[in-house]
Nanobody, 123 residues
């Protein structure tokens, strides 16, 4: 059964860092482009970063560019989202998603989704 599981969320103070992980089971993650998305209460789901299956292409939303990085370890079937200089407005549920093709930051282009992990940035 194909499954994506996010981990690494939690409570962090403004200016702090977190690293989220997206681990796949049931399929080789290296065959898929991966996107990270987030959704805050009352807001639409927002695409924040994505990486191609080889890792050669990445993209970031303007809201996180320069603060977040994305990487992947296909041998571990895992994609990481390193989040630095976190702000209260980064508070949201973060989701990873997989696509058979390059899908950028467009949620409906992704075929498989994890259940999400909560990130709260607060003092």
């Amino acid at each position: 059964q194909l499954q994506l599981v996010e981990s690494g969320g939690g409570l962090v103070q403004p200016g702090g860092s977190l690293r989220l992980s997206c681990t796949a089971s049931g399929f080789p993650l290296g065959s898929s482009a991966i996107g990270w998305f987030r959704q805050a209460p009352g807001k639409e789901r927002e695409g924040i970063s994505c990486i191609s299956n080889s890792g050669g292409m990445t993209n970031f939303a303007r809201s996180v560019r320069g603060r977040f990085t994305i990487s992947r370890d296909n041998a571990k079937n895992t994609v990481y989202l390193q989040m630095n200089s976190l702000k209260p407005e980064d508070t949201a549920v973060y989701y990873c998603a997989a696509s058979h093709w390059w899908s950028g930051l467009v949620p409906h282009q992704y075929q498989y989704w994890g259940q999400g992990t909560q990130v709260t940035v607060s003092s």
